[in-house]
């Protein structure tokens, strides 16, 4: 009989990992250069990133709570999964959908390099406001940040540092090593269905309302705040982005190795399939202006 926790448990470090090397090979020291000049979105879009996604995921859970009893699994799986960092995916919508490249990768890079330091204490704090059910999900503090700097922080560093050596290196092979981490994603993706197969068809619906409502509130929350720090087009495009496609395959990896709660990370596995709908409509709303303006 296949063991499928057993190959979660190999794939995800792996899939994680290569994802985190992609995105430091496409980070140059020249986007940090250009966020230098305008740092003013920079600051905002981490602080949101950082605080008010975890914020949006508490309003969205109190909310759905008054009209009916949201079960442990979807409140926790939203508490971890706001608490994770935007995923490259951000970084190739923002370029396709005509964002600000630079901001995106910077944000997302800066981000990923910080949360494994301070997610645990985040998501344990928030994680014991639920109540005593939560007793489980008490993590070894510093444990589980060395295990997330191997699979984050690492590889970005590694592939910033590749960027900077060998610029042509990367070029050559990091849409390879985008396939190939793609792919692993997939298997994941497999893997965490046929595992959860019950329990997804349990709370699905529920599941999917709330991860598309919070993925859209912080979408739109972040748009008003942009607005009103009188960001530009482009950079307010790019937050909203950045806040609201999130690294599911962090969460989902924290929840199944770390966690060893494999139902855990179907919400991540949920939002990181449902974010692609706005992230889709960003891209064909930027391709029709630009094929109206041709």
């Known amino acids: 009989m296949i063991d499928f926790t057993s190959m979660l448990q190999i794939f995800l470090p792996l899939a994680l990992a290569l994802m985190m090397f992609v995105l430091g090979m496409n980070v140059k020291v020249e986007d940090f250069k250009s966020v230098q000049q305008q740092p003013k979105a920079f600051f905002l879009g ?3 990133q950082l605080l008010l996604l975890p914020a949006l995921a508490w309003f969205v859970i109190l909310v759905a709570n008054l009209f009916i009893e949201v079960p442990l699994l979807i409140s926790i799986g939203l508490i971890l999964l706001a608490a994770c960092p935007g995923g490259a995916t951000s970084n190739v919508i923002s370029q396709l959908s005509g964002g600000n490249s630079a901001l995106s ?3 997302t890079a800066f981000v990923s390099m910080v949360l494994p330091f301070i997610l645990p204490s985040l998501f344990i704090f928030q994680a014991s406001l639920l109540g005593s059910q939560v007793d489980r999900f008490s993590i070894p503090i510093l444990p589980t940040t060395v295990k997330l700097l191997l699979v984050t922080v ?3 560093f590694l592939g910033m540092t590749t ?3 060998s610029s042509e290196f990367c070029e050559r092979y990091k849409n390879s090593a985008e396939a190939i981490s793609s792919w692993l994603f ?6 965490l269905i046929s595992n959860n197969f019950t329990k997804l068809i349990e709370v699905g619906v529920l599941m999917a309302v709330l991860c598309l409502s919070l993925c859209v509130l912080a979408i739109a929350v ?3 705040i942009s607005k009103k720090a009188n960001l530009d087009r482009r950079e307010t495009k790019t937050l909203q ?3 609201g496609i999130q690294n599911a ?3 989902i990896f924290i929840a199944n190795d770390l966690l060893n709660w494999s139902e855990l990370a179907l919400i991540s596995l949920c939002y990181g399939v449902l974010m692609n709908i706005p992230a889709f409509y960003f891209v064909f709303r930027y391709k029709k202006i630009k094929a109206n303006l041709n």
Not at 186 to 191: F, G
């Open 241 to 243: 982005i950045e806040v």
């Open 163 to 165: 960027q900077y050596i």
């Open 186 to 191: 997939v298997v994941i993706v497999c893997l």
């Open 154 to 156: 690492i590889p970005v």
């Open 46 to 48: 981490v602080t949101l």
């Open 249 to 251: 395959a962090m969460g």
């Open 105 to 107: 990768l910077s944000m």
């Open 222 to 224: 972040t748009f008003y």
